[in-house]
């Protein structure tokens, strides 16, 4: 059975950092994508980053670029989402999921989701 655990979220100041972690099983990361994604009330879900495997590429929206860093260890079995510099409006449930092949920054094109974990950045 394919699942995805996050964990890390919190509440933190603006300026601060947290860690996501995103924890894998049922399949191994090696042939697989992991995206980020989060969601505040009231909005839709949006992409935040991604890493494939497979071709080792990754990607990050505009709005987290230079802050975020995602990175696997396939060994763990596990994606992680460092968060810098935390800004208020980061402040949304943050989903990981799962597709094949391939970076994409939809919601869209992933398959398989984590339950979220909460992320609350205050001013």
């Known amino acids: 059975e394919v699942q995805l655990v996050e964990s890390g979220g919190g509440l933190v100041q603006a300026g601060g950092s947290l860690r996501l972690s995103c924890a894998a099983s049922?399949?191994?990361?090696?042939?697989?994508?992991i995206g980020w994604f989060r969601q505040a009330p009231g909005k839709e879900r949006e992409g935040v980053s991604c890493?494939?495997?497979?071709?080792?590429?990754?990607y990050y929206a505009d709005r987290v670029k230079g802050r975020f860093t995602i990175s696997s260890d396939n060994a763990k079995n596990t994606v992680y989402l460092q968060m810098n510099s935390l800004k208020p409006e980061d402040t949304g449930v943050y989903y990981c999921?799962?597709?094949?092949?391939?970076?994409?920054?939809?919601?869209?094109?992933?398959?398989?989701w984590g339950q979220g974990t909460q992320v609350t950045v205050s001013s």
């Open positions: 049922g399949f191994t990361l090696d042939y697989y994508t």
């Open positions: 999921a799962r597709r094949g092949p391939g970076c994409s920054g939809s919601h869209y094109a992933f398959g398989s």
């Open positions: 890493i494939s495997n497979s071709d080792d590429t990754t």
